[in-house]
């Protein structure tokens, strides 16, 4: 028998005839398909599609705390201080930026990378910490909601359980883009804040001065912490967290990485002028009439006679709004890394059996928070300081890994920081581990007592 | 010898003079292999990486590492495709199941020495890794011992794991999620061959019998001895009649006194009479080493008989290729071989085609002489008789070679007499 030549006899079997309709129809869908593709990645339209993950992790970040820390800001020190925002911004901006690349070009979250690049110990340590923080960032998240529905006549044990479980079934039922989509509308709530600054009837010259006028005169210690808080509570370390994996969970790929730039500073730009308006609400209302005030709901409280009835149901729907997305943002962040520290799957898209760790976590960080609350006599202020403390410590750790990270060329190829990226990061993570620095210290001084709260 | 991949990595690499120069930065695999063996070490000297190839290395273990050359060239180290860095391409690495679902991260990496070289032979992926790679291992065995906390410990077999598909960012699996439970016998009795009697216990305690029969088969005998007097009698006397009754006895034999009297009687009476048999002749002679599982049909039958007769018996792969053929009293009268039987036509009688001088070999015959024989006739097994001619076991090519090859090098023979179901 004649021997057959190897290609022949390698060759693969046909594939099974199809017919002229089913060849037409393929050819058409892959038309389509890149019809489709291309539409998808113009203008507007392409960024609507991309927006996400940098604006949850902004608005994310006027939480609880933040809200509280602007109120007695405004209150305290009126207008004068109101040039740090746009300091805070370009920080905010160049960090979350720095996020948002890493997970497009590596698909993966931070946790996953500080894994693979710097080991167990590092990992444990960012887990552990950001796991205590994270918690009992919660149990702020959810005082908040329940103190800002209290001025609304709603008590506290009916709130918390009913926001809980919502967000809980939320998360847990629907897909990725239901629950970006529903995250994001939250974002009209902060209108809210907006509306108040304006009933308020501030200079606005005055407040555009303020802006760009550093003004550092008469400083003391507690003026020095309170400025070290707003940064401290602009720039926290879940919103890294949160913005990187959920990059790497929507899966946005390099090409569309100048969208989620545009994403991510979006979100920054967009959490700073909140900040503003909530600052100028309280400075010319509540600062002009000198009232104090310990907390955001307490500024809520406090407009209702100085500006008015609807000024004070405005800052508390607001603040509503604020704690209830961020109780769902910091249990999300919790389990997205600690499953990636651990290689667990993890995402907010999965069914609960695929990513039953993932599921577990969000679940336990999210009702230990809400029960937590619901004990009678717990002080709010003292969890929120004692976890922006937290925060603080984990936050030089994080910066100075994604400064490493985001200047890895293997991870990176050509999407490394460049020379001027690089020195403006150096530069704002410098002063953030500079003010950070401050405000251990001194918290380990016991030096601020409950002031920043 | 056996370690884990943080255990080695930055500790000193001397010279041959015992001078250091540097610390141990990676080691380097070839893939490839079963077991990937390991052929080179990065070491990290003051200015620079460098690499060095396993021959150069004297001696290694966790305590560090010794050149043996005087000289050191100092190559710049280049990656070849069929190599992987442990440290640098697999620690910590993201371990994906062959859908891409993420499973677990790599803890640490475990090297076994098979046949005196170095091996990668599992993923540690179990708490005990993390634990260790924290350097509280130690301290937490204390605690949990005292407390009676598990220690769990997990590993993934290099064999279930596709290093072609392996890259930067994770570590593909060949295996469904599902699919990964399953160790092989030889590599869990490796890993029971490390553990603390305490830890062993847990891990016995998480298989089935049979599972649990075939890792102490593939166990060093004294560690065989340690595991089975660990266990709860019954338990043990339900293992051991999982065992092919040859091990079992070569166990039991090496049982102390004290737990042969408790064990024995547990057995079922069927197994225990075998082994009790076997454990009458020594152990370097054909009796010692044989076992009495074998398939021997009276020479009345026919082929379709035979044949019928082997399906009710269902035998072991071990022993399912020679059929004996005895008479009333049960002296060997001839061998059938599997091809034989499928060949002839179904109503002849067994008689006309049997092999009718069929080479056998006493029972007290020596170890070596067995091994000669199954070497000389190309035999898959050899049957035994006693003193009258009597067939009262086989010996298998697996057994006889023992003697002749290292015990390393039957674990690398293709897995033809496996008592594991494929």
């Not at chain 1, 990725?176 to 304006?198: C, D, N, P, Q």
């Not at chain 1, 936050?395 to 050509?414: S, W």
């Not at chain 2, 065989?224 to 709860?232: A, G």
Request: net charge negative; charged share 20%; proline share 5%.
């Amino acid at each position: 028998m004649p021997q057959l030549p190897s290609a022949t006899r390698r060759r693969r079997p046909a594939p099974p005839d199809t017919g002229l309709g089913q060849r037409l129809r393929a050819l058409w869908e892959s038309r389509s398909l890149r019809l489709r593709s291309r539409f998808r990645r113009r203008g507007l339209l392409a960024f609507l599609a991309v927006m996400g993950p940098g604006l949850i992790a902004g608005i994310a970040g006027n939480d609880a705390g933040g809200i509280t820390t602007y109120s007695v800001l405004g209150a305290d020190t009126g207008l004068r201080l109101l040039w740090l925002f746009p300091i805070t911004m370009l920080i905010l901006a160049v960090v979350q930026e720095m996020a948002a690349r890493l997970g497009v070009i590596t698909g993966q979250g931070l946790s996953d990378l500080i894994r693979d690049r710097y080991g167990v110990r590092w990992t444990a340590l960012a887990m552990g910490v950001l796991l205590v923080a994270n918690l009992a960032n919660t149990v702020a998240e959810f005082a908040g909601a329940g103190a800002a529905l209290e001025i609304l006549g709603v008590p506290r044990w009916l709130t918390v359980p009913v926001v809980a479980v919502a967000i809980w079934a939320l998360v847990l039922f629907a897909d990725y883009r239901t629950v970006e989509k529903v995250f994001l509308s939250v974002m009209v709530v902060f209108l809210a804040y907006i509306a108040s600054a304006i009933l308020a009837g501030p200079d606005w010259g005055a407040v555009g001065h303020a802006l760009v006028t550093p003004d550092l005169g008469g400083l003391d210690p507690t003026l020095l912490l309170l400025m070290v808080a707003v940064v401290g509570t602009t720039i926290t370390p879940y919103m890294q967290f949160y913005l990187q994996s959920a990059v790497a969970e929507k899966g946005i790929d390099e090409e569309e990485l100048a969208l989620e730039q545009a994403d991510a500073v979006v979100g920054s730009v967009w959490t700073n002028v909140i900040a503003v308006f909530i600052v100028v609400a309280t400075a010319t209302t509540l600062h002009a009439a000198s009232v104090r005030v310990e907390s955001a709901a307490d500024a809520a409280a406090a407009l209702g006679p100085v500006a008015g009835e609807l000024s004070s149901l405005l800052f508390a729907v607001g603040l509503f709004g604020a704690s209830v997305l961020a109780a769902t943002i910091m249990p999300i962040s919790t389990a997205y890394v600690i499953c990636e520290a651990f290689g667990w799957e993890s995402g907010v898209g999965h069914r609960f059996r695929d990513a039953p760790a993932f599921f577990g976590l969000y679940s336990f960080v999210l009702f230990a928070g809400a029960l937590v609350v619901l004990i009678p006599g717990l002080d709010p202020i003292g969890l929120i300081v004692g976890s922006q403390n937290l925060q603080g410590l984990l936050l030089p750790i994080v910066l100075v890994f994604m400064l490493l990270l985001v200047n890895d060329r293997a991870l990176l190829g050509r999407h490394v920081n460049g020379r001027w990226r690089n020195g403006l990061a150096i530069a704002c993570i410098g002063l953030v581990v500079a003010l950070d620095v401050v405000l251990l210290g001194s918290a380990a001084l016991g030096w601020l007592a409950v002031r920043v709260g | 010898m056996q370690f884990y991949l943080s255990q080695v990595i930055g500790r000193p690499v001397l010279d041959r003079h015992g001078e250091p120069i540097g610390k141990v930065a990676d080691l380097i695999v070839a893939i490839g292999d079963r077991y990937p063996p390991v052929t080179g070490l990065v070491v990290k000297t003051d200015r620079r990486r460098i690499f060095l190839p396993w021959a150069d290395v004297a001696r290694f273990d966790t305590s560090g590492a010794q050149l043996a050359t005087p000289t050191i060239e100092i190559d710049k180290f280049r990656q070849r495709d069929n190599e992987l860095l442990l440290f640098a391409d697999l620690q910590d690495k993201q371990i994906v199941d062959i859908d891409g679902r993420k499973v677990v991260r790599v803890n640490d990496l475990r090297l076994d020495e098979i046949e005196g070289k170095l091996h990668l032979v599992a993923v540690d992926v179990g708490a005990a890794g993390l634990l260790r790679r924290l350097g509280v291992e130690g301290p937490y065995r204390t605690i949990a011992r005292n407390l009676r906390l598990p220690v769990p410990e997990r590993y993934i077999d290099w064999e279930d794991v596709d290093p072609v598909e392996t890259s930067i960012a994770s570590i593909r699996l060949r295996v469904p999620h599902e699919g990964l439970r399953e160790l092989h016998p030889a590599d869990l009795a490796s890993i029971i061959d490390q553990l603390a009697p305490r830890d062993r216990a847990g891990i016995m305690a998480a298989f089935d019998d049979e599972v649990v029969a075939d890792a102490i088969e593939e166990m060093e005998p004294e560690t065989q001895v340690e595991v089975l007097e660990d266990l709860e009698p019954g338990r043990a006397a339900d293992i051991l009649e999982e065992m092919s009754p040859d091990d079992a006895a070569d166990l039991i034999a090496d049982l102390s006194d004290a737990a042969r009297d408790e064990i024995l009687p547990l057995m079922e009476r069927e197994e225990a009479q075998e082994v009790a048999e076997l454990l009458g002749y020594p152990e370097d002679t054909a009796g010692g080493i044989m076992t009495t599982e074998f398939v021997a049909v009276p020479e009345e039958l026919t082929a379709d008989q035979t044949i019928g007769r082997l399906r009710e018996l269902e035998p072991d792969a071990e022993t399912i290729y020679y059929v004996y053929v005895v008479d009333a009293a049960e002296h060997l009268r001839g061998v059938l071989s599997l091809r034989d039987l499928i060949v002839a036509a179904p109503d002849r009688p067994i008689r006309e085609f049997m092999y009718d001088e069929p080479v056998a070999v006493e029972v007290m015959a020596g170890q070596d002489e067995v091994a000669q024989v199954v070497a000389r006739y190309n035999l898959l097994a050899v049957p035994v008789v006693d003193g009258e001619g009597r067939l009262v076991g086989i010996v298998t090519v697996d057994d006889a070679i023992d003697t002749v090859l290292p015990s390393g090098w039957k674990r690398r023979l293709p897995r033809l007499f496996s008592r594991v179901a494929p």
